[in-house]
């Protein structure tokens, strides 16, 4: 059976799904994380636990993938996503309200919360993405990356500007109504953007096919199988090292530019937004050179993952010794590149995924962008951690800030150079070997598969 593939008019609107995911998160991770460590007073760890924890349950991905592959839609797993990340939004931002005079019930129910808004990411993003790889062209597959996470950020802004501008006057009655208004406003723009778009023939676009038979069986065995195949194991652990040294700068970028270069809390968060500005730029430039017949491949997606990784690395590491170089280092500049060349590399990556989703054992397509997307969660989840914490080590061994930054920094470059060796050899072709099915993991992949059955 195959369906029409989307049109530009469907692209966007799986994108404004996306939109509706950022929206929610944004308040959750950032608004409600502000709250809790300045007007409550809270340890800056609480929300740090409580964001690390809504990572960590997206180790659950590939389950959602696996009952989409076996249910063969994945509509209700989007909209099913998008009503429990709303709920656990509005549950996050009561229980944040409840933690001011009652901090034992208050911070129970925020758990609680943000592991529904684990789930709910994960059920719903998983679900988008499977869905997106199965009716995107081939051609279009650099472009409908880039236009569906662009869209996400762009929920991110829209959302931090207007939801910022009803939160003044602050007042706890205040930041609910306007996280119950935003988390309404997303599962009806949901509503709208999937009517029909599943099953149903759209304007334009080649002709995709969608799984021919369900994955069925118990989800450990379809994982284990999955796994055994090279070329998802390896773009497994390719995900898995890139996002962690993408994670990993977040955390201590602007830290750094204040103690090394003297840089005031608004010079840095301009900085910030320079970096984020090279991100989109990067993501465009991908959407536009790798789009279309002839320049759609898997040979230029490849160029641009592996490419964005070794210019990562060259970015961190002009970064890492700029400081040591020259106080008049371009440090602006620097950060600027590295988003260009971050931008880039994630979104080739999204769209490797959409190519290789289906490569391998038929209908189990879900189950290996869920298997993606959990290898990425985890990455996050470990990544500013590790960032901060190697930086607090390094600083009790090194007198010089900027010599631990230093070295900080150039591990990082060298995760991403190690991340570009693992992207090089995944190669997308149009058909699954026999090695695919039949290649045996070895201990350490067999306890990667154990951490994302949730062993």
């Not at 937004?273 to 730029?281: D, F, R, T």
């Amino acid at each position: 059976m195959t369906l029409p593939a989307l049109g530009w008019s469907g692209i966007v609107r799986l994108g404004l799904v996306q939109t509706a995911i950022g929206a929610v998160v944004v308040l959750t991770t950032s608004t409600i994380n502000r709250v809790m460590v300045v007007e409550l007073a809270l340890p800056a760890m609480i929300p740090g636990i409580l964001v690390a924890v809504h990572h960590l349950v997206q180790m659950s991905r590939p389950h959602f993938g696996h009952r989409s592959d076996i249910g063969r839609r994945r509509t209700p797993w989007i909209i099913g996503g998008i009503v429990v990340l709303a709920l656990g939004g509005i549950g996050a931002a009561t229980g944040t309200v409840i933690a001011e005079r009652a901090p034992g019930p208050g911070l129970a129910l925020a758990l609680l919360s943000f592991i529904a808004i684990g789930l709910g990411v994960g059920a719903s993003a998983t679900s988008l993405l499977t869905l997106l790889a199965q009716r995107v062209a081939k051609e279009q597959r650099a472009a409908a990356a880039s236009i569906v996470w662009i869209m996400m950020i762009a929920g991110f802004a829209i959302t931090a500007t207007v939801a910022g501008h009803f939160l003044d006057p602050f007042s706890p009655q205040r930041l609910v109504a306007v996280t119950a208004t935003v988390s309404l406003l997303a599962v009806c723009l949901t509503l709208l953007a999937l009517h029909g778009i599943e099953g149903a023939p759209t304007a334009g676009g080649a002709s995709v096919s969608t799984p021919v038979t369900a994955a069925g069986g118990n989800f450990r065995t379809a994982l284990s199988q999955v796994w055994c195949e090279p070329k998802a194991r390896r773009f497994t652990l390719f995900v898995f090292v890139s996002m962690l040294a993408y994670s990993a700068q977040d955390l201590i970028l602007e830290p750094y530019a204040g103690i090394v270069f003297s840089m005031t809390p608004g010079e840095s968060t301009q900085m910030a937004g320079m970096q984020n500005a090279g991100v989109l730029l990067g993501m465009l430039l991908v959407a536009v050179t790798a789009t279309g017949k002839r320049r759609a491949s898997g040979r230029a997606l490849r160029l641009y993952t592996v490419g964005g990784c070794i210019a990562s690395a060259l970015a961190l590491s002009g970064i890492a010794f700029g400081g040591m170089v020259s106080a008049d280092w371009p440090l602006r500049i620097n950060v600027f590149l590295l988003g260009i060349a971050n931008g880039a590399f994630a979104v080739a990556a999204i769209a490797s995924m959409m190519a290789l989703a289906s490569q391998g054992a038929g209908g189990r397509d879900g189950l290996r962008m869920g298997l993606w997307g959990g290898a990425q969660a985890i990455a996050f989840g470990l990544g500013g951690f590790l960032g901060t914490v190697a930086i607090d080590i390094t600083r009790e061994f090194l007198q010089q800030p900027v010599h631990a930054y230093a070295l900080v920094f150039a591990c990082e470059a060298l995760v991403f150079l190690y991340a570009a060796f693992l992207g090089a050899g995944v190669r997308s072709g149009s058909a699954a070997t026999s090695d695919d099915h039949h290649a045996a993991p070895g201990f350490g992949d067999v306890a990667m598969v154990e951490v994302l059955q949730g062993r």
